[in-house]
């Protein structure tokens, strides 16, 4: 189902800037985020190159999970988002245009930490439009035997993750993570940096990784023994003198911020990774041995399924049992239509910008007399007529003793995908689009029979005050 609430999208207050190397091109970077409009999401622009071309932060634009998580499209290339895309989804940014004048987004001290710091500083501007939050029907799961990943999404109210991590290693062995809320992120996940043990680093350097890789920016381990002659040939790599390894199995004693580090760290590249899912949603995620390849195809099962389900979780609840807001009485105090023409039977819910109703069908409609008989079909403009009614409690002023009138402007985009027949419930849905001005009132209706849409269109309408007598 689909969660709204009274929650809105957010953008940044002001731009921002951060510089930095890459891990691993070891390119010097700028990136300026910048505010950007209600339903962009998250926006990656190459300004080095020409033309300027963008790639958005999505999972479809995936082409590389190699150590690092890497997007492309339009000839836009960005690399290792991940550390960034989570700080964006721990303080709740929706969209932003990020510019970056290089491949890949710089790696800082190997944390989300300061990309947090600048995110709080910059502020947040709430927008006017709302943010859906999607929300799973049933388990949905992800595993690789060779690699031993198992990961599932739970239904659940909140964004909750735990992850595991085992390397078999003496020196990290089998760690937990665990976050209950998002509030949480800014303080126990985004300071935890990246990792790599000593056996791995010759590896990445052989292969043209970790140029701009330094020990203070990854936590190293060190689980097996190394030569002298191996620290040695590291300590020049990396331009430094007194490169040690602790006794607790760490290089250059670099003092650990959580003593579960490193699994709160696979627990940040999860939640970076599969903010590219691209839709906002709630769920309890549990990942065992997670790593990029296997978040992202994890992240792509998610999206497949909001696609797959999206109508159909657009949906409004009804509930028969439950009390409506208004029932035909109080409706026929706004509205001025009266038996055989009121189509509108109660309304469950009504804001400033939304009104959901109900319209049951039932073979004793007046208009089933003559129109196919035998075969009875509810008239499709007496379908976009009870749109019309809804939404004329929508637009006409409450509380007060002046009458109104609604009378149709224009119809557009008017399509009729099932047909309507006794026994069915209406679910009517007006969404007001633009504020009502002059009293011209412009909105998008939508008739649900359970789970299908059946109608939809955009209607115009002009509320005229009644003359008094």
């Known amino acids: 189902m689909i969660s ?17 190397a890459g891990i691993h091109t070891g390119q010097s970077v700028t990136m300026r985020i910048k505010p950007a409009a209600p339903n ?6 190459r300004v080095d190159l020409a033309g300027q071309p963008t790639v958005k932060a999505d999972v479809d634009f995936v082409v590389e999970t190699n150590r690092s998580t890497t997007l492309e499209n339009n000839g836009a290339r960005v690399s290792t988002v991940e550390h960034l895309m989570a700080s964006l989804v721990g303080m709740q940014v929706d969209n932003a245009l990020i510019e970056i004048d290089g491949e890949e987004v710089p790696i800082l001290d190997g944390s989300a930490q300061q990309f947090v710091e600048a995110l709080e500083k910059a502020g947040l501007q709430q927008q006017s439009a709302p943010k859906i939050y999607y929300t799973i029907d049933h388990n949905i799961t992800f595993s690789d035997e060779e690699k031993k990943v198992e990961m599932v999404a739970l239904p659940y109210h909140e964004y909750r993750i735990n992850t595991l991590i085992d390397f078999n290693s003496p020196v990290l062995g089998t760690q937990h ?15 935890c940096r990246t990792f790599c043990f000593f056996h791995e680093l010759e590896w990445l350097i052989a292969n043209n990784l970790i140029k701009g890789g330094d020990i203070n920016n990854a936590i190293v381990v060190v689980d097996k023994e190394v030569s002298e002659a191996q620290v040695e040939r590291i300590s020049k790599v990396f331009d430094k003198r007194d490169v040690k390894i602790s006794s607790e199995g760490i290089l250059n004693n670099l003092e650990l911020r959580f003593p579960n580090e490193p699994a709160r760290h696979k627990l940040l590249d999860v939640i970076g990774d599969l903010a590219l899912v691209g839709f906002p949603f709630k769920a309890h995620i549990i990942a065992n041995r997670p790593g990029h390849a296997s978040n992202v195809k994890f992240a792509k099962k998610i999206k497949e399924h909001i696609k797959k389900n999206k109508n159909k979780q657009a949906v409004p609840k009804y509930d028969p049992c439950k009390p409506p807001l208004l029932d035909v009485q109080e409706i026929e105090k706004t509205l001025p239509h009266r038996y055989p023409f009121l189509l509108v039977d109660k309304v469950l819910e009504l804001t400033d910008k939304v009104v959901i109703a109900i319209k049951n069908v039932t073979y004793n409609e007046p208009f089933f007399q003559g129109h196919f008989p035998g075969n009875s079909v509810m008239p499709g403009v007496l379908q976009v007529e009870a749109l019309a009614q809804a939404g004329g409690l929508l637009a006409i002023p ?11 402007l224009k119809i557009d985009n008017c399509k009729f995908k099932q047909k309507v027949v006794p026994g069915d419930t ?7 689009l633009n504020p009502i001005r002059r009293g011209i009132v412009e909105m998008k209706g939508t008739i649900f029979v359970g789970d299908k849409i059946v109608t939809e269109a955009t209607l115009v309408a002009q509320i005229v005050k009644r003359p008094k007598a």
């Open 398 to 408: 409450r509380n007060t003793d002046d009458r109104y009138d609604t009378y149709f």
């Open 426 to 432: 209406l679910i009517l849905k007006m969404e007001l």
């Open 177 to 191: 993570a665990a976050l209950k809320n998002l509030s949480n992120f800014n303080v126990d996940i985004a300071p």
């Open 40 to 45: 962009t999401g998250i926006i990656f622009q």
């Open 4 to 20: 709204n609430g009274q929650t809105f999208q957010h953008t940044i207050n002001e731009e921002i800037s951060i510089s930095g």
